[in-house]
C-alpha cells in the first residue's frame, strides 16, 4: 500500500474513531485557499465536542505484527514546525468561517497503527498537543 493511500485509510479510521466518540466532523483535508501560490498544507481532520473545535493531525503506520519493535510512532511525526504549520492553517479555517482567533480550539493528533497481519488498527487520540 502505498502512503498516500495508507494515510486515506488513517483518517477514515480516526474519522469513525471521533464520530464514536461524539465528535461532529465539521471539514476533512481542510486547505487554506490563498490567492495564489502552491498548496501550503491541510489539515486532515476538524471536529467539534461540545464547545472546543479540534484540529486534527492524523499519523498512519503499518506494522508487520504486534511484536515488531517501531523505531518511532507515528505520533512522533508531529514535530514543533509541523505543529506551528498546523496552527497557522487552524487559524485560517477560524478567519474563513468567520469565527473569532479566541474561539476554543486546540490541535490534536491521532496515531493510527494498522497491524498487517490481522488488520486490526491501534488508535491513540493526543489531545491539545
Known amino acids: 500500500m502505498n502512503s498516500k493511500k495508507l494515510g486515506i485509510l488513517g483518517e477514515k479510521i480516526a474519522e469513525n474513531y ?3 466518540k461524539g465528535y461532529q466532523i465539521l471539514d476533512k483535508n481542510y486547505s487554506p485557499k490563498f490567492i495564489s501560490g502552491p498548496k501550503r498544507g491541510e489539515i486532515d481532520i476538524v471536529a467539534k465536542k ?7 493531525e492524523v499519523k498512519t503506520l503499518i506494522q508487520d505484527s504486534p511484536r515488531t519493535v517501531l523505531h518511532f510512532s507515528p505520533e512522533e511525526k508531529v514535530n514543533f514546525k509541523k505543529k ?3 496552527i497557522k492553517i487552524a487559524e485560517s479555517w477560524l478567519v474563513e468561517k468567520k469565527l473569532s482567533l479566541d474561539s476554543q480550539w486546540e490541535i490534536d493528533v491521532i496515531s493510527v497503527r494498522i497491524n498487517s497481519e490481522n488488520k486490526k488498527a491501534k488508535i491513540l487520540y493526543f489531545s491539545n498537543v
Open 18 to 20: 471521533l464520530k464514536k
Open 50 to 56: 461540545e464547545n472546543t473545535i479540534s484540529f486534527i
Open 84 to 86: 506551528r504549520k498546523v
